[in-house]
């Protein structure tokens, strides 16, 4: 399928209902966020655990407990916008949410192209407003600290 741009991403807030695979994600009601400018990143990292012994000349690490991180959205500030709202209540809240986002990268053939999805559940840790200068629009930060696996459903050409 090749690289794709991050033009036409969708996000959405859904339900604090936690999931385990693909398809409950799918069947949560997600609410799309609007206005976001920077998507931001996630991804597995592992703790590196470091062991010096006294008897050998070379340090000795392992793999630890696995993080995804937290994703930084960063969306325009709209209080019209029904995802913008649903992310400051979620902020509130120290409940964690499901999240969708949806790639722009379904293959152009196919009975029923499908665009690539990751599913998360994530704490909304922060909302931090950037106010700027007179040229700039007011836009909100939010920390979303993802606690779980990033469940990825690929780029398909039919649906599943």
Do not use: W
């Amino acid at each position: 399928m090749g690289i794709t741009a991050t033009a036409k991403t969708k996000v959405g807030i859904g339900t604090t209902t936690p999931f385990a695979t693909a398809t409950e994600y799918a069947g949560d009601t997600y609410v799309s966020i609007g206005n976001i400018t920077d998507v931001g990143e996630a991804g597995s990292e592992a703790e590196v655990l470091v062991r010096k012994y006294v008897d050998r000349d070379f340090t000795h690490k392992l793999k630890g407990s696995r993080d995804n991180g937290t994703m930084s959205l960063v969306v325009d500030r709209d209080s019209g916008d029904a995802g913008y709202m649903a992310l400051i209540a979620a902020e509130k809240t120290p409940h964690a949410y499901n999240f969708c986002v949806e790639l722009n990268d379904k293959p152009a053939t196919g009975a029923s192209p499908q665009n690539s999805k990751f599913y998360f559940s994530a704490i909304v840790a922060s909302a931090q407003n950037a106010f700027g200068g007179a040229d700039d629009v007011v836009a909100t930060t939010f920390a979303l600290a993802i606690s779980g696996p990033i469940i990825e459903v690929a780029a398909s050409a039919t649906a599943p």
